[in-house]
C-alpha cells in the first residue's frame, strides 16, 4: 500500500502547514521550504516547487471518517483509514467519529468535506447502536439536501452467517446518500467477515487512497521535484516496504546538519540493549505509530484478573457492563471430552434480561499467548502505559527509559501495565490485517488468503517464522484490539431473573499448519470454575437487547423450535420460557427439531422430555450427525416432515432457526425453500419472497452465528 508520494507530500505539506499557520507571504514559504528541504538538500537544488507547494495548499478538502460498529471491527477499519491518509496525506483535514457523537445534521457538516462511512450490520439486517438514529435520521430523509456532498461507503457484514440480509445497511446508506442528491466518490466495498473481511477492507482501502492520489492536483511540474524520485532512483529494485524502511534509514543518515536525527539514531540503537543493531532490525520498527509512554512499575505483582470495574478506565467497557460471579461451570453430555457442550450459570443481582437477550463477554488472552510476545518484546511488563502523553513526531522507542510518548485514538485504555493491556486489549488470537503481514514478512507480494487467513497464521507465527521482532508500538497498534464475544442466552428471565445459562462449546483444533489452536473466549471461559464456598471467579458482559428474537406475545401461536449444535443455547432459553408460562395459562402446539453430534453430545434431552409432560413442547426430534446408526442431519428431518412444516407455515406459525450459520443455517433454509415450491406448488422465486416476508413478518426468527 505505500507509495513513496507519501513521502514527497509529508514534505510538501510541511511547508504548506508553516505557510498556513503563520500567514506567511509567498517569499515566507520560500524561506520555510527552503529550511525544511535542508535535510535533503539534492531536492532542494531541483526546480519549481512553490507551484505545488502552492497547489497542496490550495486542494485541503477535508475528510470525515463516520462509522458506526457493534463489535468494534469498522471501528478499527475506520482508525486504520484515518491513519492511512495522515501518513498519505499529511496536509489534508482529516477527522474520526462514530455516528452518534453527533445529531445527524452535523455529521453532514461541512458539506464541502469527503465523508467516509463505515458500517457494519447488527441484530437482523439492523444498523449497530451507535449508528441506529443516524441511519433512522437518514433513510427517512426525503429531500435534495445532500446535493453537492461527496461520499463514499464501506459496508461489513457477513454473507456466511446472515445471507438474507448481508451487508443491508452499508448498501441502504449508499443509495440512499445518492437519493438524496449526493455524490459518490467510490463503488460501495463490501467487507464479508465470514470470509477475509481484512483483504476486502485492503482493496478498498487502496482504491480509496488511489482516488484521493487522482483528486489532488499534481501537475506535472511538481512531479520533478519530490522526495520519492530520488528515493526511487536509490530504491531501484527493493520492494515497497523495503523501501518505506529505507527511506526511514535514508532520513536518519542523511541528516548530518540534523542532530536530532543523530540523536535518533543513536536511540534506535540502544532499542534492543546488547544485541547489535541489524538493518533488518531496525526494518521491524515502523514509524507509522507514535511512541508510548511508559510509566515505570508500581509493584511487583502482575495483575492478571478482570482490572475491572471500580477502578478501570471506563473507556474500556461498553455501558451497562457488570461484573458477574461464575457460580457454575460444567461440561454437558456423558463422554463428549473437553471440546464438548459446557453450560455456564453467572449471576449479578442488579442485572436484568428478556429471553432472547445475548450477553456480550469480554475475554482474556491466555497466558501463555502474553507470554509468548512478552519474551519477544524486550519491555518491563509491569511498566504503566501513561494517561497524560502529548502528540509528538516519532521517536524510536527507548524501552529503558520509560519515558516514551503516545499520542493515540481511544482504541487503547491508558493507565494500565503492559500485561494487563495485552491480556485485555488487544486480539492475540487474531489474523493480522494484510499491512501488518506485508510488514512482518518484508513481502508486498505475499498471498494474504493462502498463507495466512485460510491456514490461521497468527502475528506470532509470522513474527517466529521470520525470525523478527517488533515494538511495543507495532504490537499494540497493528494487532485487531479485543472484541468482546456475543452469546446467546440459554435461560429464561422468568425463571432466573438474576441469573443467565451460556452453553459453548469449548473450540480447540489443530490447524493446518500442524498447531493447537484455541479459541481464545471459550477458552477462557472454561477455566472460569467455582471456587467454593461464596467464592468466585469473575466475568465482565453486558446484556445486548435482542428484540426481534422473542416468544410472540399470545402463547397459543404454534411454534417450531429448529437448533444445530450450539442453537441448543437459545432454544434451551426459549423452552425454559414456555415451562413456565406452562404454568399460567394454555399454550399452542409447540414442535422441536435438534440436531448433535453424536448421542455423546446430548444435552438436555431430560429437560425436553420434562417440557413435553408439561405440555410446553409438543413433540422433540433429535438427530445425530456422526456416532450414531441413525446418521440424519436436522434439515434432513425438517424435509421428511415437509408436509407438517408447510402447515405450521401456513397456520400462521412462528419458527425459530438458531445454530451454526454456515453449514447448518444454510442447509435448513434450503429445506425450507424445498418445502414451499413443493407443498405450496410455488416457484424458486416465489418461495424466496414467501421466506422473505415471513422474515419481514416477524414470523421466521434466526439466531445464527458465524
Ligand atoms: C449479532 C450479530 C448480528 C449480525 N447480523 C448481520 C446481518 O444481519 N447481516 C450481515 O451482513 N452481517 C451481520 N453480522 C455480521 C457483522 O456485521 C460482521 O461480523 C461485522 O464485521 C461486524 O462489524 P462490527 O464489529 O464493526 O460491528 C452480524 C453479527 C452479529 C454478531
Not at 118 to 132: C, F, I, K, Q, Y
Amino acid at each position: 500500500m505505500f507509495t513513496l508520494g507519501a513521502a514527497k507530500r509529508r514534505l510538501f505539506s510541511q511547508v504548506s502547514n508553516i505557510a498556513k499557520r503563520n500567514a506567511l507571504r509567498d517569499d515566507n514559504v520560500l524561506h520555510s521550504a527552503k529550511t525544511i528541504l535542508t535535510i535533503r538538500p539534492d531536492v532542494w537544488m531541483q526546480k519549481s516547487w512553490l507551484s505545488t507547494v502552492k497547489a497542496l495548499s490550495s486542494n485541503n478538502q477535508p475528510i470525515k471518517i463516520l462509522y458506526a460498529s457493534q463489535t468494534g471491527t469498522a471501528k478499527l477499519f475506520a482508525h486504520l483509514l484515518n491513519e492511512e491518509l495522515a501518513s498519505k496525506y499529511p496536509d489534508r483535514e482529516l477527522s474520526i467519529s462514530e455516528w452518534k457523537d453527533a445529531a445527524p445534521e452535523e455529521l453532514l457538516e461541512p458539506k464541502k468535506a469527503l465523508h467516509v462511512f463505515l458500517t457494519s450490520v447488527a441484530g437482523v439486517g439492523e444498523p449497530p447502536d451507535n449508528g441506529r438514529e443516524f441511519y433512522n435520521w437518514i433513510m427517512s430523509k426525503s429531500d435534495s439536501s445532500l446535493s453537492g456532498l461527496e461520499y463514499a461507503v464501506f459496508g461489513l457484514g457477513s454473507s456466511a452467517g446472515h445471507a438474507a440480509y448481508y451487508n443491508v445497511i452499508g448498501k441502504s446508506l449508499d443509495k440512499r446518500l445518492e437519493e438524496l442528491g449526493a455524490s459518490r466518490v467510490l463503488e460501495i466495498g463490501l467487507g464479508d467477515d465470514g470470509d477475509c473481511i481484512e483483504d476486502d477492507f485492503d482493496s478498498w482501502m487502496e482504491g480509496f487512497v488511489n482516488l484521493l492520489k487522482e483528486k489532488t492536483p499534481d501537475d506535472g511540474e511538481s512531479r520533478d521535484v519530490g522526495v520519492e524520485d530520488v528515493i526511487d532512483d536509490e530504491a531501484g529494485k527493493m520492494d515497497v516496504v523495503q523501501q518505506r524502511e529505507q527511506l526511514q534509514l535514508h532520513q536518519i543518515r542523511h541528516g548530518s546538519e540534523s542532530s536530532e536525527m543523530k540523536e535518533r539514531l543513536e536511540e534506535a540503537k540502544v532499542k534492543c540493549p546488547g544485541v547489535a543493531l541489524s538493518d533488518d532490525e531496525m526494518r521491524m520498527t515502523s514509524n507509522k505509530f507514535p511512541s508510548l509512554k511508559l510509566r515505570p512499575r508500581e509493584s511487583e505483582l502482575v495483575r492478571k484478573h478482570l482490572f475491572h470495574l471500580n477502578e478501570s478506565p471506563d473507556q474500556f467497557y461498553a455501558d451497562g457492563t457488570v461484573r458477574f460471579d461464575v457460580i457454575g461451570n460444567k461440561l454437558l453430555g456423558v463422554d463428549a471430552g473437553e471440546t464438548g457442550i459446557h453450560e455456564l450459570k453467572l449471576a449479578n443481582p442488579q442485572m436484568t434480561y428478556e429471553t432472547g437477550d445475548h450477553l456480550v463477554v469480554y475475554p482474556q488472552n491466555s497466558q501463555c499467548i502474553v507470554e509468548a510476545y512478552l519474551d519477544m518484546l524486550d519491555v518491563d511488563r509491569h511498566a504503566i502505559i501513561a494517561e497524560d502523553g502529548q502528540p509528538i513526531t516519532y521517536q524510536y522507542p527507548k524501552y529503558s527509559s520509560h519515558m516514551l510518548h503516545v499520542n493515540w485514538i481511544d482504541c487503547y485504555v491508558q493507565g494500565l501495565t503492559v500485561y494487563e493491556t495485552m491480556t485485555h486489549c488487544v486480539d492475540l488470537g487474531a489474523l493480522p490485517s494484510p499491512s501488518f503481514a506485508r510488514m512482518i514478512t518484508g513481502r508486498k507480494d505475499i498471498d494474504y488468503k493462502a498463507e495466512v487467513a485460510y491456514p490461521r497464521r497468527t502475528a506470532l507465527d509470522l513474527i517466529l517464522q521470520y525470525d523478527r521482532r517488533l515494538s511495543l508500538e507495532d504490537l499494540l497498534f497493528q494487532v485487531a484490539p479485543m472484541k468482546p464475544r456475543y452469546y446467546s442466552i440459554a435461560s429464561s428471565n422468568i425463571k432466573h431473573p438474576n441469573e443467565i445459562r451460556l452453553v459453548y462449546r469449548r473450540v480447540k483444533y489443530v490447524s493446518k499448519l500442524g498447531m493447537l489452536r484455541e479459541g481464545i473466549c471459550t477458552n477462557y471461559l472454561s477455566h472460569k470454575g467455582y471456587l467454593g464456598t461464596g467464592k468466585y471467579a469473575h466475568i465482565a458482559a453486558y446484556v445486548n437487547t435482542n428484540a426481534t428474537f422473542r416468544l410472540p406475545k399470545s402463547t397459543e401461536t404454534p411454534l417450531l423450535f429448529i437448533a444445530g449444535g450450539c442453537g441448543v443455547a437459545p432454544i434451551r432459553g426459549l423452552v425454559e420460557e414456555r415451562v413456565a408460562l406452562a404454568q399460567s395459562g394454555k399454550l399452542g402446539p409447540a414442535t422441536l427439531y435438534i440436531g448433535f453430534r453424536s448421542p455423546d453430545d446430548e444435552v438436555y434431552r431430560q429437560r425436553f422430555e420434562e417440557a413435553i409432560h408439561v405440555g410446553a413442547l409438543t413433540d422433540a426430534h433429535m438427530t445425530y450427525s456422526s456416532g450414531s446408526s441413525d446418521k440424519s442431519v436436522v434439515s434432513d428431518a425438517v424435509l421428511q416432515h415437509g408436509d407438517r412444516v408447510w402447515k405450521h407455515f401456513e397456520d400462521g406459525g412462528v419458527t425459530f432457526l438458531c445454530g451454526g450459520a454456515r453449514a447448518f443455517g444454510a442447509a435448513v433454509e434450503s429445506a425450507f425453500l424445498n418445502i414451499v415450491q413443493e407443498h405450496g406448488k410455488k416457484d424458486f422465486v416465489a418461495a424466496e419472497q414467501y421466506l422473505r416476508t415471513m422474515i419481514k413478518n416477524g414470523r421466521l426468527m434466526n439466531d445464527l452465528a458465524d
